[in-house]
């Protein structure tokens, strides 16, 4: 594993100006993946013009777009397609899929020697070795919906959200063995997992008590509770690490897919320091933010509008909403490229 620059801070070098050598050369783009499972597709922004430029039909059940451990690659996870398909981010084109079961969500190991395929629908994490997506090892879960994942600051272990069954795993990074496992309270569905900047404890987003559990990793406890919005959903250091921004998605559906309630549809600016929300950005006339990213200067936050098929600009500096921009339906796990960091733990861009 990368040492850590600044054990204050495990997202230093996400900072403004910290762009790796590895991505000088990419786009400024977004990549909005669909997550219909009759048909999907990655819809590519432009970040300075906001339009759309280009659309490819990639896979049925696109999840999440995620940046390679060495910032190089991209691969959409089009999950009931069973397969990865990476883009190049010099050219914003996607290239010859990889043959994948079933990938909800994708991360790497701290050390970028092996891939962690998040395999929701069958309850399993597979391990890749790479850089080729060799010689899966599969391990099973004692949960259902497994889903987000992220790392302790030495990466000796990560935890896991088990979306439809509210629990959260503590994972064994080198062996994969589970650790551990944390019942959150009754009707949780765990979302989204950060390690806050301090590298102390992590944020846990529950969309059905709508707000952010603390969990003590170590002990692996809740310490405690953040009220945030209904439907919180996503969590983003800001790019000092001074702020983390959680999406309250808008409405909300149940396991089965069908809509059970209203949310907020807003962001909560969160204070890690104090655990206190500091700020609450709201979306005119309503929405669904779920997830996204920074730009690499920082100054924007876009999120994907999940059941309104657009997407959403704020401008950090105000929580202005600064731009509506439309998408085919279900847009999910969408991917701001190039951004800060010496190498990519996954997800939406996980950096570090």
């Given at each position: 594993m990368p040492p850590v620059i600044d054990p204050s801070n495990v997202y230093s070098e996400i900072a403004v100006g910290k762009l790796s050598p590895a991505v000088a050369s990419a786009r400024p783009l977004v990549y909005v993946p669909s997550a219909n499972p009759h048909g999907g597709s990655v819809t590519v922004i432009d970040q300075t013009t906001m339009l759309v430029v280009a659309s490819y039909r990639v896979g049925n059940l696109v999840q999440h777009v995620v940046p390679s451990y060495d910032l190089k690659t991209l691969y959409a996870n089009a999950s009931a397609s069973n397969r990865l398909v990476p883009f190049d981010p010099i050219t914003g084109t996607p290239g010859p899929p990889i043959s994948v079961p079933r990938p909800y969500n994708l991360y790497?190991?701290?050390?970028?020697?092996?891939?962690?395929?998040?395999?929701?629908?069958?309850?399993?994490?597979a391990f890749y070795s790479m850089p080729g997506?060799?010689?899966?090892?599969?391990?099973?879960?004692?949960c259902r919906g497994v889903n987000h994942a992220d790392w302790s600051a030495d990466g000796r272990y990560f935890l896991v959200t088990c979306e439809f069954s509210g629990q959260m795993l503590k994972v064994d990074t080198t062996s994969g063995s589970i650790l551990g496992v944390l019942d959150l309270p009754a009707g949780a569905m765990p979302q989204d997992v950060r390690l806050t900047p301090d590298g102390h404890k992590f944020y846990v987003a529950d969309m059905m008590h709508g707000g952010v559990w603390i969990v003590d990793g170590e002990h692996l406890v809740v310490t405690g509770k953040i009220e945030t919005g209904r439907?919180?959903?996503?969590?983003?250091?800001?790019?000092?690490?001074m702020r983390m921004y959680v999406s309250n998605r808008g409405r909300l559906m149940n396991e089965e897919g069908r809509r059970s309630h209203e949310g907020d549809g807003s962001v909560s600016v969160l204070d890690p320091a104090t655990d206190t929300v500091i700020g609450t950005w709201t979306i005119p006339g309503g929405g669904s933010p779920d997830m996204g990213g920074l730009s690499a200067d920082?100054?924007?936050?876009w999120l994907s509008g999940r059941y309104d098929a657009e997407v959403y600009v704020f401008?950090?500096?105000?929580?202005?909403?600064?731009?509506?921009?439309?998408?085919?339906?279900?847009?999910?796990?969408?991917?701001?490229?190039?951004q800060p960091g010496r190498y990519s733990l996954g997800h939406t861009g996980n950096l570090r």
């Open positions: 790497f190991t701290p050390d970028g020697t092996h891939a962690v395929v998040m395999v929701e629908s069958q309850n399993r994490m997506f060799d010689h899966p090892r599969y391990v099973s879960v004692p439907g919180a959903h996503g969590i983003y250091p800001s790019r000092d690490g920082g100054t924007r936050l401008d950090t500096s105000t929580g202005t909403l600064v731009a509506r921009i439309k998408t085919p339906s279900q847009p999910h796990g969408l991917l701001v490229w190039p």
